[in-house]
């Protein structure tokens, strides 16, 4: 065992994705897909260098852009839907010691594909494997969701179902309690820690000898088609998920939360203005964000406000209705926010903030979490410490009262 390791993270991210089309750059909960990935390497404390292997210039671009390395491009021939994960490394490892004389101790591989990874497990997998000698590899586990001995396969021939495995001492394991099964897990795309030497020698990304790394089962995402992108993207709204974000300047949620400030127009409605003949305008409002704020007061200390650039009495009327306070015609609302701070003795850190547009980003500073919907501005959704899943004016308040309330609940 080496006693400073030089350690190499490897994240492998093609051009030509069909499933989801430029996936590894498409924004992902406010960051590019690929770098989550990058961000994880990059706060790990064991990892002493990032690359990322492509044959993608924009992509190679959108890397270089959070921090990681590209000192060189895959060849197309090692870049297709079918080329395995081994030609790829082999590339790297070949290209970085005759160009550079660098050959590093250990690979890590971090799949873009599985974003969402706890804070932690880079060095806690590197570190399993320093300390057995005799392993090859590393790989990240959750248990598996479905059971294989209750799998089958199916005779080409004849059609019959077969038994996918058999199980020591189970005459029947598909038809046997599932509690009395072997526990089986399945490898995720989080983490894979290699033995260079493994590698090389025995033409192999796992080697012999592979050591578990486990993961909460939370954490398991594996990003395929479209329809994963949002179910997963919510998850990045769990206030309960430790995760590795690169998002700069995303804070924890507050563990004590006094008082929610809304923006109107984008939270409240969908930002839009219905118009009459003689100019009179209609905004539309969500019932079910009106009840989750009256269940809010009733089972929370917590103190919910309206604060709008609105010059109309739209977003007066509103609060009057939901028995809120409202400040309207707020032009700097960083400067509003202070204040109120300052008047009526509030903790800042204790406050949330949500809003949907540039202008509500001048809060950020003068609160302790900042929130937006899901449909935001594209820079606001960078910014904010969490999207949330709904829109404005579609459930977004609801989402929020329902996640304060659930929170007051469990720390009462």
């Known amino acids: 065992m080496v006693e400073k390791p030089e350690v190499l993270a490897i994240i492998p991210a093609r051009g030509g994705s069909k499933g989801i089309p430029r996936k ?19 706060d790990a404390k064991t ?55 660098y050959e590093p101790d250990f690979l890590v591989q971090l799949r873009p594909t599985s974003p969402i990874r706890p804070k932690g497990l880079v060095d806690e997998a590197v570190a399993l494997l320093l300390a057995h000698p005799e392993a090859d590899c590393v790989r990240g586990l959750v248990p598996s969701v479905q059971n294989p001995y209750k799998m089958w396969r199916l005779d080409s021939s004849s059609g019959r179902m077969l038994p996918l495995l058999s199980a020591p001492g189970i005459a029947e394991p598909y038809n046997a309690a599932r509690q009395s099964l072997p526990k089986t897990y399945w490898q995720t795309g989080h983490i894979d820690v290699i033995r260079t030497s493994s590698l090389l020698e025995k033409h192999s990304l796992t080697g012999d000898i592979i050591l578990p790394v486990m993961i909460d089962s939370r954490y398991a995402v594996d990003i395929d ?42 939270v409240f409605t969908d930002d839009k203005v219905y118009l009459d003949d003689e100019g009179h305008e209609f905004v539309r409002c969500d019932r079910g964000d009106g009840m989750g704020l009256s269940l809010l007061s009733q089972h929370t200390h917590i103190t919910p406000m309206i604060m709008s650039r609105d010059v109309s009495t739209i977003s007066i009327a509103r609060a009057k209705k939901l028995k809120i306070e409202a400040f309207s015609s707020v032009l700097e609302k960083g400067k ?77």
Not at 24 to 42: D, E, M, V, Y
Not at 57 to 71: D, F, N, S
């Open 336 to 412: 509003a926010v202070e204040a109120l701070v300052s008047e009526r003795n509030l903790n800042p850190e204790e406050i949330i903030f949500m809003g949907n547009d540039l202008p509500d980003l001048d809060t950020y500073p003068q609160v302790g979490y900042f929130v937006c919907p899901a449909d935001a501005q594209p820079v606001v959704r960078r910014r904010a410490d969490l999207v949330l899943a709904h829109r404005g004016g579609k459930g977004a308040i609801r989402e929020m009262t329902d996640l304060l309330i659930d929170k007051f609940n469990k720390e009462a």
């Open 47 to 101: 990892v002493t260098r990032v690359i990322v292997s492509t044959d993608d210039e924009e992509i190679a671009q959108v890397a270089r852009q959070w921090g990681a390395e590209l000192p060189f491009m895959r060849p197309a021939e090692i870049a297709e839907d079918s080329s395995p994960d081994l030609p790829l490394f082999l590339h790297a490892l070949d290209w970085l010691k005759v160009n550079e004389g």
């Open 225 to 266: 088609q479209p329809a994963d992108w949002p179910r997963y993207e919510a998850l990045v709204s769990n206030p309960d998920l430790e995760m590795v974000d690169p998002v700069k300047g995303r804070r924890a949620f507050p563990k004590t939360v006094s008082t929610l400030i809304m923006d109107f127009d984008g």
């Open 24 to 42: 590894n750059i498409k924004p992902f909960a406010g960051a590019p897909l690929l770098a989550w990935s990058i961000q994880a390497a990059k």
